[in-house]
């Protein structure tokens, strides 16, 4: 049974520790997602299809406020994944979306957006929140990014982090 006040959460776990914790959480009647992806792993001499979390690190779980505290005493758990201070609910949607692409497909990779020089930007954080720009140089964690307005171009360093790309 489905109550209101339920979200859907993703929480950090110990390294290779998802299927794990997925279980722990089952025995205590606990309502979670740990997305499973058919790998097929090549050794010296076989073939094998293994089955490998798609999220490394990641277990989603849909809990009450109320009970929202009781998911960190589960052992492998580190920490639930904040936004802005606090664990950062997950839409509904976004994962009945992961359930029906993996339904459809196996192999599935995961990979992290990467910026390139000379993409569009938006900036997510800060004083200069949304604005969009041109990203023109990336130094290790920090991006120079051009933000034209008003007839001026205006450059700004940013945490790479506080980026989202647009495309282009």
Same mark, same amino acid.
């Given at each position: 049974?489905?109550?209101?006040?339920?979200?859907?959460? !993703?929480?950090?776990?110990?390294?290779?520790?998802?299927?794990?914790?997925?279980?722990?959480?089952?025995? *205590?009647?606990? +309502?979670?997602?740990?997305?499973?992806?058919?790998?097929?792993? *090549?050794? %010296? #001499? &076989?073939?094998?299809?293994?089955?490998?979390?798609?999220? /490394?690190?990641?277990?989603?779980? /849909?809990?009450?406020?109320?009970?929202?505290? #009781?998911?960190?005493?589960? %052992?492998g758990v580190l920490n639930y994944?904040?936004?802005?201070?606090?664990? !950062?609910?997950? &839409?509904?949607?976004?994962?009945?979306?992961?359930? /029906?692409?993996?339904n459809e497909f196996s192999d599935?990779?995961? $990979?992290?957006? %990467?910026?390139?020089?000379?993409?569009?930007?938006?900036?997510?954080?800060?004083?200069?929140?949304?604005?969009?720009?041109?990203?023109?140089?990336?130094?290790?964690?920090? $991006?120079?990014?051009?933000?034209e307005s008003m007839g001026l *171009?205006? %450059?700004? *360093?940013? #945490? /790479?982090?506080?980026? +989202?790309?647009?495309?282009?």
């Amino acid at each position: 049974m489905t109550e209101n006040n339920e979200h859907w959460y !993703a929480l950090y776990t110990k390294p290779r520790w998802e299927k794990k914790v997925a279980k722990l959480l089952d025995e *205590q009647g606990i +309502e979670n997602y740990c997305p499973i992806n058919k790998v097929t792993r *090549q050794w %010296s #001499d &076989r073939k094998k299809v293994v089955l490998e979390p798609v999220f /490394k690190g990641y277990v989603f779980v /849909k809990i009450s406020a109320e009970r929202k505290w #009781d998911v960190r005493k589960v %052992s492998g758990v580190l920490n639930y994944v904040y936004w802005l201070g606090k664990p !950062a609910p997950i &839409r509904e949607e976004e994962i009945n979306t992961i359930r /029906k692409f993996l339904n459809e497909f196996s192999d599935v990779e995961v $990979a992290e957006l %990467s910026l390139k020089v000379n993409s569009s930007v938006r900036i997510k954080t800060g004083v200069l929140m949304n604005y969009q720009g041109i990203l023109i140089e990336l130094i290790g964690n920090k $991006a120079k990014v051009r933000i034209e307005s008003m007839g001026l *171009q205006l %450059s700004a *360093q940013f #945490d /790479k982090k506080n980026l +989202e790309h647009l495309g282009g």
